[in-house]
């Protein structure tokens, strides 16, 4: 039987030209004010005006699911994380606040190597249990889909563990998870001062492996002083494209390094953080396919400056907005979150950071034709959010608004 969603005070339905949203569509909502949706199965068949959808021959009959005066979306696409690990790094934070450098904390021991060795001490059935919570914390926050990198495994066995346990997990649903695998994220302590050698491994054995086992949709790299550089940008980037990998890269994070010019180089399906690019970059990804991933929550979180998202914006880049959820530098999941810091710390539009995180997400998980929006054809991933007006999503930030959610036109979630 269809479901009939009606009585949203606002629908977002963020229609708009196929394509990551740029230039003029950036802050196009799509906004409806007697807007109705239309479920069938799994899928949107309409969504318009409310007689437009009432006309529609699957709506006689259909169950009425009220959005009970509140903003109807499409459910947030979260298109970077890290979310495969063992445990929080407190004495991490508690450094940083004292005025240590993420820099610093690594070398003391702390940062992505900590993490490793919380997971490489895991049997994937504990990832499998930690992912499947925060799965839950995602889906309640509004999220659908997410991005999840692997990357605090770097040896083989470990690495294909964190990717078996995000297939694990999303296979059982409800939140959808695109795997990247990120094992150019760190040189494990075993190869210590041996990166060319690491790199080695992982573009001979482990990208043919993630490959081979199709464990993986992306592969990514931490393009950054002390990390690794453009040459292993090139490496990584073949291999992956050999194995089938399409790119993503931590690009000018922490450091400018040009590592984004490299990435639209290899035709890159995103470059994220971008913290440190100059006015001189902002031509050539304009001009490209490129989507700018911005993850301001972990500014937020270093205390860091952030990435020029206006300046970005209005030189006609596509930019998506994502969390980065990490256990070292961002433990936070809520889109919303990012939606209020995109607005008060980069001044996005409430609009423009709605479509950052929703089709624009989808984009940047090569899932715009399918995700996203709400559109006849498109994978039912609806949020209903307890606000009146879309500029609360941003506005009211730190408490929780998520009224419902629909992942693949079942409700999955539902406030108490
Ligand atoms: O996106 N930059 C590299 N990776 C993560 C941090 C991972 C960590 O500190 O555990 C990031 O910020
Ligand atoms: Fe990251």
Not at 244 to 256: A, F, P, T
Not at 355 to 360: G, L, Q, R, W
Request: glycine share 10%; hydrophobic share 45%.
């Amino acid at each position: 039987m269809a479901t009939l969603i009606l009585n949203a005070s606002e629908v977002l339905t963020m229609a708009g030209p196929d394509g990551p949203r740029s230039g003029p569509a950036k802050g196009g909502l799509g906004l409806l004010r007697d807007g109705a949706v239309l479920i069938d199965k799994d899928q949107i068949v309409a969504a318009g005006p409310k007689p437009v959808v009432l006309a529609h021959p699957a709506a006689k009959g259909a169950k009425i699911l009220s959005a009970e005066g509140k903003v109807l979306m499409p459910g947030f696409v979260d298109a970077h994380t890290h979310p495969v690990f063992a445990a929080a790094r407190l004495d991490d934070f508690e450094a940083r606040v004292s005025g240590k450098s993420y820099a610093e904390i690594a070398r003391r021991g702390g940062g992505i190597l900590s993490t490793v060795n919380g997971v490489r001490g895991s049997k994937e059935a504990d990832l499998v249990a930690g992912l499947r919570l925060r799965a839950h914390d995602f889906i309640a926050a509004g999220t659908t889909t997410i991005e999840a990198k692997s990357g605090y495994g770097l040896d083989l066995d470990n690495e294909l563990k964190l990717l078996r346990a995000m297939r694990a997990v999303s296979s059982r649903g409800p939140l959808e998870i695109v795997a990247t695998f990120l094992g150019a994220h760190a040189v494990p302590p075993e190869l210590k001062g041996k990166k060319d050698e690491f790199v080695d491994r992982v573009c001979e054995v482990m990208i043919p492996r993630v490959g081979q086992e199709k464990l993986a949709v992306f592969v990514d790299l931490f393009c950054e002083e002390g990390y690794f550089d453009l040459g292993d940008l090139d490496k990584v980037a073949a291999a992956g494209a050999k194995a089938g990998l399409k790119l993503k890269v931590h690009s000018e994070q922490l450091s400018r390094m040009g590592s984004l010019g490299a990435s639209l180089r290899h035709g890159a399906v995103t470059a994220d953080h971008l913290d440190c690019v100059t006015e001189d970059d902002l031509p050539a990804l304009a001009a490209s396919k490129t989507v700018a991933c911005l993850v301001p929550g972990s500014n937020y979180f270093l205390g860091k400056p952030y990435p020029p998202a206006r300046r970005l914006l209005d030189s006609g880049a596509a930019v998506a907005l994502a969390t980065d959820f990490n256990p070292g530098t961002c433990p936070c999941h809520d889109m919303r979150m990012i939606v209020s810091i995109a607005c008060t710390q980069m001044k996005m539009t409430p609009a423009e950071a709605l479509v950052s995180a929703t089709i624009n997400g989808a984009h940047a998980l090569g899932l715009g034709a399918t995700h996203g929006s709400l559109e006849p054809g498109k994978t039912a991933d609806i949020a209903c959010f307890d606000a009146e007006d879309h500029r609360e999503l941003a506005y009211w930030f730190g408490a929780p608004k998520t009224r419902w959610v629909m992942k693949r036109g079942e409700v999955v979630y539902k406030a108490s």
